[in-house]
């Protein structure tokens, strides 16, 4: 049947079919080779470093030198012990923090100064801030967020007061503060001011002095962020101070 079919194409034919049957068998091969791997082997090289990855793995590391080691899915964190001081510091805080924000609202309605209002808007918005983390670290471990002990006999807290936390303006400071106008205000606030943040620093320093206060992570970083904040707040304002007592001597 091929005797009109010239050599070289006959040739050519055979070849192609010899390559066409080769590639067959090849084929037929690869798919004999994975018929007879056990099932299990692909899925297992493709998550050999997690069985089930639907399920959280929790790891604990280890201490220097140690290995770490993988506990089970069930694991929930706790949160670490706190000092009643702790709890004080953060609920006299809020308190300390409540006044600032409070001194900073009259700004708008008091003084024209630019610079105590830029000053005046950065300690409410940072403050307001940090009121809000404290009541949510004392809601977190089922503390209140007041110092109020409500009950508690032999006690009106209507008529009895709590007392100021260190550097807190006195009612009669406030007072002043709220009917001062213009370059009175001006002075009477950053005296104050410098004064409220004093007493923030004294409140920091008693914390970390009390034996077992200040190892809460979350407390001991806010608590050296508000020190080291209001210490550079005090020396701006002391700046102002003495630029505002220069320009009256001229």
């Not at 299990?40 to 030198?65: I, L, N, T």
């Amino acid at each position: 049947m091929f005797s009109c079919v010239p050599k070289w194409k006959l040739h050519r034919f055979r070849r192609k079919r010899k390559l066409q049957s080769a590639g067959r068998s090849v084929a037929l091969c690869g798919v004999l080779f994975a018929a007879s791997v056990p099932t299990g082997f692909f899925s297992s090289a493709a998550y050999a470093q997690q069985d089930d990855p639907a399920k959280p793995v929790v790891v604990q590391p280890g201490a220097p030198g140690k290995p770490s080691r993988t506990l089970p899915t069930t694991t929930r964190a706790t949160l670490p012990p706190r000092s009643q001081a702790d709890v004080e510091f953060m609920q006299g805080m809020i308190m300390h923090h409540s006044q600032a924000v409070e001194m900073t609202a009259l700004i708008a309605s008091h003084t024209e100064n630019k610079d105590l209002g830029s000053l005046g808007a950065r300690i409410s918005s940072s403050q307001s801030d940090e009121i809000k983390f404290m009541q949510r670290w004392l809601a977190a471990r089922g503390e209140a967020v007041s110092m109020a002990k409500p009950g508690m006999p032999g006690m009106d807290m209507a008529r009895e007061p709590m007392a100021l936390m260190p550097g807190m303006l006195t009612p009669e400071q406030m007072e002043a503060l709220r009917k001062a106008k213009g370059a009175q205000f001006d002075h009477l606030f950053l005296t104050g001011m410098i004064q409220h943040h004093g007493g923030a620093l004294t409140m920091v320093k008693e914390l970390f002095d009390t034996a077992g206060a200040g190892q809460d992570a979350d407390l001991f970083n806010f608590a050296t962020d508000a020190d080291n904040t209001q210490r550079a707040e005090i020396k701006i304002m002391q700046t102002m101070l003495e630029k505002k007592s220069s320009e009256e001597k001229r």
